[in-house]
């Protein structure tokens, strides 16, 4: 459940309720010992400690990796400072996050090729591109430098974000 897709978690939940019980029910007709109100109850109660194991594990995988994105947005911010770059939109990978870390609006880096992202740049007046290691696959040239665009000026690595400014 990732983005907007977690709006859909009540109904999901509400989906595999219903579904431990048609399933209990159609079981209970091959084997006619079950107690069906037993089963359904046993089957919830399992789905619900392997949701809440799967999701303790996840959170626990991935807190370290959240704080990492924090880290490097706030490394990206304070570089920008340092460039006395201008209110504009910064485009990276996760906008609400790099907001949140720096406080700086920004937009979300196409995945469309390089074409797409200089337009995008374009419409929203963006002066920096941060071309982060979690990039579509169409722009690994342009992140690892085997090609280049006329309108994209490399201009430095903050770790492993390589910045761009946008010629106009």
């Known amino acids: 459940m990732r983005h907007s897709a977690v709006a859909l978690l009540p109904w999901s939940a509400r989906l595999a309720a219903q579904g431990i019980r048609v399933a209990v029910r159609w079981a209970a007709l091959k084997l006619p010992h079950w107690n069906v109100e037993r089963a359904q109850r046993g089957f919830t109660l399992v789905a619900l400690g392997a949701s809440t194991a799967l ?27 340092q460039q006395a770059a201008g209110p504009s939109p910064v485009m990276v990978t996760d906008p609400p996050g790099f907001w949140y870390a720096s406080g700086r ?13 200089v337009a995008a740049a374009d419409w929203y007046n963006v002066e920096y591109v ?23 000026e490399p201009v430095a690595w903050v770790g492993t974000t390589r910045m761009f400014r946008v010629l106009r």
Do not use: C, I
């Open 105 to 117: 609006p920004a937009v979300v880096t196409p995945s469309d090729g390089p074409d797409a992202l």
């Open 55 to 81: 999701s303790l594990s996840f959170l626990v995988y991935n807190a370290g990796a959240w704080d990492e994105e924090l880290r490097r947005y706030q490394e990206v911010a304070g570089w920008l400072e």
């Open 130 to 152: 941060a071309l982060e290691a979690a990039h579509a696959p169409v722009l690994h040239p342009l992140y690892f430098g085997t090609e280049t665009s006329a309108r994209l």
